[in-house]
T-cell receptor, first 112, second 119 residues
């Protein structure tokens, strides 16, 4: 059974710092992995999608990497801003039915 | 990216009444939509998978008679919480994927969520 873990559960850093969020999964046979952002009381915003054949994806100040063999993905946020404060979730899909298996999330606070 | 819209965003109802939540894909067709619920400070929990033109597939522990799902068209799925009770108060979120082969990367697009409060 696939399990997805995110560490740390919470992170607080000063504005301007670069930071890394971690996501690990127990079964490497994933179809793809997605990183999401959720603001309090809001729905989810998809940040980056990495297919199983890819190693990384970039969007603006965000870079997500995928190492299937070790069961890890990282989300790198460069030059953090207070507006980046949110809960970040990673999720994997195992096959074409696209059901997501979720991590518990990392709550990020960027201090001005 | 593709847009998924949920309505209503907020709903407050009395215990025993039924509430319908709509999930629409605005600029793409979705053969499959997913419904999730989220309790405070917890991650999303998949409730059911909704397939256009067929019955929804419910996850273990989710009452199908309690949470009625209808996916009548390629752009609309509805979740009806029947005879709602305070313990049904939660944040409900839907997601959908584009059925177009070229666009079908496996990426799921999410609605804004609907917060249900049952008094």
């Amino acid at each position: 059974k696939q399990e997805v873990t995110q560490i740390p559960a919470a992170l607080s850093v000063p504005e301007g710092e670069n930071l890394v969020l971690n996501c690990s999964f127990t079964d490497s046979a994933i179809y793809n992995l997605q990183w999401f952002r959720q603001d309090p009381g809001k729905g989810l915003t998809s940040l980056l999608l990495i297919q199983s054949s890819q190693r990384e994806q970039t969007s603006g100040r965000l870079n997500a990497s995928l190492d299937k063999s070790s069961g890890r993905s990282t989300l790198y946020i460069a030059a953090s801003q207070p507006g980046d404060s949110a809960t970040y979730l990673c999720a994997v899909t195992m096959d074409s039915n696209y059901q997501l298996i979720w991590g518990a999330g990392t709550k990020l606070i960027i201090k001005p | 990216g593709a847009v998924v819209s949920q309505h209503p965003s907020w709903v407050i109802c009395k215990s025993g009444t039924s509430v319908k939540i709509e999930c629409r894909s605005l600029d793409f067709q979705a053969t499959t939509m997913f419904w999730y619920r989220q309790f405070p400070k917890q991650s999303l929990m998949l409730m059911a998978t909704s397939n256009e033109g067929s019955k929804a597939t419910y996850e273990q522990g989710v009452e199908k008679d309690k949470f009625l799902i209808n996916h009548a068209s390629l752009t609309l799925s509805t979740l009806t919480v029947t005879s709602a009770h305070p313990e049904d108060s939660s944040f409900y979120i839907c997601s959908a994927r584009d059925r177009t082969p070229i666009a079908n990367t496996g990426e799921l697009f999410f609605g804004e969520g609907s917060r249900l409060t049952v008094l």
